[in-house]
């Protein structure tokens, strides 16, 4: 009955509903009408390889599934695919799961930290040394100069006359420091 005088109403058959569920809709009978609507895929399920909101700078893949590659102290993701194709020596640290993330990135960079820090001393220390290795050569270098200077003086056993002799002097010993 109803609104359409003509039209006959027949309730869908269990076939037609089993029908309509394996072909990904749903429908509803409402006042006589039958109203067939999409279904939409169900969510993923969670994975806890899944990481959720960073994308691979390598291909864009989003989100990156499975292990990810963190490049230290820097805001660089690659997926595992793209880590295996990159030739270059930069220290990567690889994350299994997003719920490791946090940890394993400052467990890095607190490392790295640590690494350059000592690097840093060992360049001051190795500035030292050369600094300390530098004077003593010019030591030895004043120290033997001063020799030539003596020998010098020992095989002109005269006193230079005037400040012209003593300027060409100078310039020899100059010349041969």
């Given at each position: 009955g109803g609104k359409n005088p003509g039209r006959r109403t027949v309730a869908p058959s269990a076939a037609f509903w089993t029908a309509l569920k394996n072909s990904g809709r749903e429908a509803e009978l409402h006042r006589d009408e039958l109203y067939v609507r999409e279904v939409p895929p169900p969510p993923p399920a969670f994975d806890e390889h899944r990481h959720a909101g960073v994308i691979c700078d390598g291909c864009d893949k989003r989100p990156i599934v499975g292990a990810r590659y963190h490049l230290v102290g820097q805001d660089y993701d690659l997926c595992g695919a793209c880590k295996a194709q990159d030739q270059t020596s930069r220290p990567f640290v690889r994350i299994n799961a997003p719920k490791d993330a946090r940890?394993?990135?400052?467990?890095?960079?607190?490392?790295?930290?640590?690494?350059?820090?000592?690097?840093?001393?060992?360049?001051?220390?190795?500035?030292a040394a050369e600094a300390d290795e530098a004077d003593a050569a010019l030591q030895a270098a004043v120290a033997m100069s001063l020799q030539d200077l003596?020998?010098?003086?020992?095989?002109?056993?005269?006193?230079?006359?005037?400040?012209?002799?003593?300027?060409?002097?100078?310039?020899?010993?100059?010349?041969?420091?």
């Open positions: 940890r394993v990135i400052s467990e890095a960079t607190e490392a790295a930290q640590a690494a350059q820090t000592a690097a840093v001393a060992a360049a001051a220390q190795a500035s003596s020998s010098m003086a020992a095989e002109d056993a005269r006193a230079p006359d005037s400040d012209e002799e003593s300027a060409v002097l100078v310039e020899k010993l100059v010349e041969d420091a």
